[in-house]
């Protein structure tokens, strides 16, 4: 199987590149970068990338595919196929599964179900604590030699301060990073969407971002005792941004992560109890948009994550209180960034990707995100400037809870290609 | 004058006008209920349902008498002992319910935006008879009835409401009605009860009861659920009643010939004491009668919106 993608403006953070050249790729590997190749034969697929962008596949460090557990949600295939649509080559699924990923037996599992009928490479993320109970330790060390990439409870909180500066102390002996899901619970009570103007006018209850505040900020001071680096998962507030960046200052090894809804809405997207706007962390203010754009554009947050959260449609179609919280994130995150981040100045493209590409590999400590010689082929081709509009009715996922429906969003993907596999030709999920 | 309005979910997206022809309406109706025989047509031939997630005797009663003394058919589905309590689904139950010929579903639920939902699922009209902490519409309709009774007019009174702010559905659709009337809206309370940016909504926040009362042509006392004394929203209900309860003491501060309004039942001793309950400028009394009336109109206005056999949507 050999490809030639001809013609494409190729952008490669991790190795600066950033012009006009040709990919040939050939059994599965990057062959040759180069302007003007030449190579021809029957069996080639040649790639007319004239006008648009060829990158690195995307990496998302934070989703979830609901396998094993609610395949009704979500399931390793459809999950997949709906990464791979929206660009992303890599994933990193969280152990919120059901039975958890907190045994060696489930990360065979889902390493065996993707390698089975996965389009796109799937890397588990493993538990901090048994069942997610934030009681014990999982056997972290196992965990890491049956393939996890790194642990995390994400969904909860580790609430008990000092069984996660054991977590942090133990993981590190692994080389095993910690990804923190930051909120205390004792703030959050039974609120369900931001505390401000819009829970008071909707008489909904609020969470106050101090929940997030304080977590990140007792998690840094662990991170910063012990010396062990810690990832904080989407970050959503202004404080948390700022907290961020002086512990970055510090020298504290913290990086971040925030999700497109974060850039993109503000607690008005709850207007009219819209469930398909019900996060954790909740969409917060026009201030914290603000504040977690100059993050990314400055530095302080590191990556951009899918926290793709798929939920069956019976579980939005309900009382506000009682829907469950997330979006389907793949499909619409390239396009998010490119439109808010990239089109109004905030960050360039090459700095996009170095957000969801090179940073995420970098942090889970994957040979991914740059397109080196010899290394597996996950390429994709966009075009930057393409307009579509979101229809939640053309999703690959299982469900269709995103904000986005019906907005007018640039950026499409054309070709998706893992490991020298071509899955989505012409905007087409083969 | 509410057009197409098929709904009645709060104050808050209704306007001005819209408000005072309801009231205009109510007092039409209050008429009605003085006579010896309150029976009149105007709702014969139209079915009624009370679907109660959350109890409350008062409110169902009001809406079942107005129904009744308007002769429409009306029965009550409660969450106790019914399809709600087994897991059905709110919009569900609602379809069923639509599917038997309804016109008029009036709705109670402890979660905020459950008439909404509901709305959105029928063809009924779906009249909110108290969401969680959103709105209680007819509440504050009776409440600004009663007040338009007594003083001619709500443009240009000072209303104070005191109390548990943030967790009242009666306060929220108060503060939306009285503010576009023309009122100023005053508020004080604990400060663990004040909701957060509550100023944007129109009204002044006050630290002390007493700031807040200082001229009110009415005061409004809330009522205090006890449960929040356990999750630390306020110490003790004594404590609660020296430093925001209405006593003659305070009351003193208002008017006059200021009122006093309640939406009951009220904690004797806590938010408001005895002598105040039962003294001069109470009209707690008043306000029971001018619910029906409220509700009488409200039901007679929207049940030629919803159901079946229009096509209004
Ligand atoms: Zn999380
Ligand atoms: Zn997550």
Redesign the pocket.
């Known amino acids: 199987m050999r490809i030639l993608i001809k013609n494409g403006h190729v952008i490669d953070p991790k190795n600066r590149r950033d012009d006009k050249l040709d990919i040939y790729i050939e059994n599965g590997l990057i062959v040759e970068i180069d302007k003007e190749l030449d190579y021809s034969g029957g069996d080639i697929e040649v790639i007319d990338a004239e006008g648009k962008l060829v990158v690195p596949g995307l990496i998302d460090m934070?989703c979830?595919l609901r396998e094993p557990g609610y395949e009704y949600k979500e399931d390793i295939e459809s999950g997949t196929r709906s990464a791979a649509v929206g660009g992303f080559t890599s994933i990193a699924c969280?152990p919120n599964t059901n039975p958890v990923i907190d045994n060696q037996a489930i990360v065979e599992y889902v390493k065996t179900k993707a390698k089975n009928v996965g389009v796109v490479n799937v890397y588990p993320i493993g538990a901090i604590t048994k069942g997610l109970k934030g009681e014990e330790l999982a056997e972290i060390g196992e965990l890491k030699f049956a393939g996890v990439v790194a642990v995390s409870d994400?969904?909860k909180p580790v609430m008990n301060s000092s069984l996660m500066r054991r977590a942090l102390q133990y993981a590190n002996m692994f080389d095993t990073p910690v990804i923190s899901?930051c909120e205390d619970l004792t703030l959050v009570g039974d609120g369900v969407m931001n505390e401000g103007y819009m829970s008071t006018y909707l008489g909904l209850k609020g969470i106050t971002r101090a929940a997030e505040d304080v977590m990140v900020a007792r998690d840094i001071v662990l991170s910063e005792v012990t010396g062990t680096p810690i990832h904080i998962?989407?970050v959503s507030t202004a404080g948390a941004v700022e907290i961020i960046r002086h512990a970055k200052a510090r020298g504290v090894k913290v990086t971040c992560e925030t999700c497109p809804h974060y850039f993109t809405l503000t607690d008005k997207a709850v207007e009219g109890y819209n469930t398909a706007a019900k996060m954790n962390p909740p969409l917060r203010t026009e201030e914290d948009v603000e504040a977690v754009k100059e993050g990314l554009k400055d530095g302080t947050i590191d990556v951009i994550a899918t926290?793709h959260?798929p939920h069956h449609i019976d579980e939005k179609n309900v009382e506000f209180d009682k829907a469950a919280n997330g979006i389907v994130g793949f499909e619409t995150a390239l396009a998010l960034g490119i439109t808010y981040l990239v089109d109004t100045g905030i960050l360039t493209m090459s700095q996009l990707l170095q957000k969801m590409c090179v940073n995420p590999a970098n942090i889970l400590g994957l040979n991914k995100g740059s397109l080196g010689i010899n290394r597996p082929a996950d390429v994709i081709v966009i075009d930057k400037n393409e307009e579509y509009i979101v229809d939640i009715n053309k999703f690959q996922s299982k469900s269709r809870n995103s904000p986005y429906h019906g907005y007018t969003l640039k950026g499409t993907v054309h070709y998706t290609i893992v490991g020298g596999k071509v899955i989505v030709r012409q905007k087409v999920l083969l | 004058m509410l057009g197409k309005r098929k709904d009645l979910l709060g104050l808050k997206d209704l306007s001005a006008e819209e408000i005072k022809y309801i009231l205009n309406n109510a007092e039409t109706m209050k008429y009605v209920l003085s006579q010896k025989n309150k029976k009149t047509p105007h709702l014969q031939g139209k079915s009624i349902i009370t679907l109660f997630y959350e109890n409350s005797t008062r409110t169902r009663l009001s809406f079942e008498l107005a129904a009744k003394y308007m002769s429409a058919s009306a029965a009550n589905i409660s969450a106790s002992g019914s399809s709600v309590a087994k897991g059905e689904t709110l919009i569900d139950t609602g379809k069923t319910i639509d599917m038997m010929g309804t016109d008029i579903i009036i709705i109670r639920h402890p979660m905020s935006g459950a008439p909404h939902l509901l709305a959105k699922n029928v063809k009924a009209s779906v009249i909110n008879a108290g969401d969680g902490m959103n709105e209680h519409p007819t509440q504050a309709l009776l409440d600004m009835m009663t007040i338009k009774e007594k003083k001619g007019k709500i443009k240009g009174l000072k209303v104070a409401i005191i109390g548990d702010i943030a967790h009242s559905r009666v306060a929220r659709s108060n503060i939306w009605g009285l503010t576009k009337l023309g009122a100023e809206v005053c508020v004080a309370g604990p400060a663990t009860l004040i909701p957060p940016e509550i100023e944007k909504t129109g009204v002044k926040v006050f630290n002390s009861v007493q700031e807040a009362l200082l001229d009110a042509d009415v005061v409004m006392g809330l009522r205090i659920q006890l449960e929040r004394q356990k999750r630390g929203l306020f110490p003790t209900t004594r404590e609660y009643a020296r430093f925001f309860g209405i006593d003659d003491k305070r009351l003193m501060f208002a008017k006059e010939d200021a009122l006093l309004l309640h939406p009951g039942p009220v904690n004797r001793g806590v938010e408001l004491s005895s002598d105040v309950i039962d003294g001069e400028k109470s009209l707690i009394n008043e306000q029971v009668t001018n619910g029906v009336a409220v509700r009488m109109a409200v039901l007679y206005l929207f049940a030629r919106k919803g159901g079946s056999n229009e096509n209004i949507n």
């Open positions: 934070h979830h969280m994400d969904g899901h998962a989407h926290d959260a």
